[in-house]
T-cell receptor
């Protein structure tokens, strides 16, 4: 089976930088995705890493180290609208298409 | 381009009843996945449909079943509802279900079982 660990909650102030770590244990690892979900909303795709290294998309960046089974999502210049839950999710090479296995989520609270 | 849509948005059922949830995939997408998200947890994979065939299933009992139609829309059926089935049910679509593809989620159906 697969397991993913990420912190349950992070609090930061506007303008700060937050790093959300994700460690995973899985066989057949293919890639790591990150999703944002506001309360009552749908998960929204943020980024995807299949190879080691950093992917930058505006204020958000994601990093992957396959050898360490570890990744992180970096949120820069935090804004109030970034208050949400953030999920890491792995894609696994199995017969079941491109299903995602999600972590438990990290709730980010941005304070003024 | 139309995104993923789901209906209904909210539903209340009683234990033992049956429910059908519906999903229309994003335009051009032929793969639909269903996930269950309990409060405060991450989504859990139920099953995936590709070109009207089930293409993988998670750890859910047979009373969770599904269909995909020729227009790639999909239904999730749950029989003999239990209190623990109360959750947000999410549908996600991707172009062909390939490994490299991103899944795009709909707004979900919030089911409450009393």
């Amino acid at each position: 089976g697969q397991s993913l660990e990420q912190p349950s909650e992070v609090t930061a102030v506007e303008g700060a930088i937050v790093q959300i770590n994700c460690t995973y244990q899985t066989s057949g690892f293919y890639g790591l995705s990150w999703y944002q979900q506001h309360d009552g909303g749908a998960p929204t795709f943020l980024s995807y890493n299949a190879l080691d290294g950093l992917e930058e998309t505006g204020r958000f960046s994601s990093f992957l180290s396959r050898s360490d089974s570890y990744g992180y999502l970096l949120l820069q210049e935090l804004q109030m609208k970034d208050s949400a839950s953030y999920f890491c999710a792995v894609r696994v090479l199995k017969a079941a298409g491109n299903k995602l296995t999600f972590g438990g989520g990290t709730r980010v609270l941005v304070k003024p | 381009e139309t995104g993923v849509t789901q209906s209904p948005t909210h539903l209340i059922k009683t234990r033992g009843q049956q429910v059908t949830l519906r999903c229309s995939s994003q335009s051009g997408h032929n793969t639909v996945s269903w996930y269950q998200q309990a409060l405060g947890q991450g989504p859990q994979f139920i099953f995936q449909y590709y070109r009207e065939e089930e293409n993988g299933r998670g750890n859910f009992p047979p009373r969770f079943s599904g269909l995909q139609f020729p227009n790639y829309s999909s239904e999730l059926n749950v029989n003999a509802l239990e209190l623990d089935d109360s959750a947000l049910y999410l549908c996600a679509s991707s172009p062909t279900g390939g490994w490299e593809e991103t899944q795009y989620f709909g707004p979900g159906t919030r089911l409450l079982v009393l």
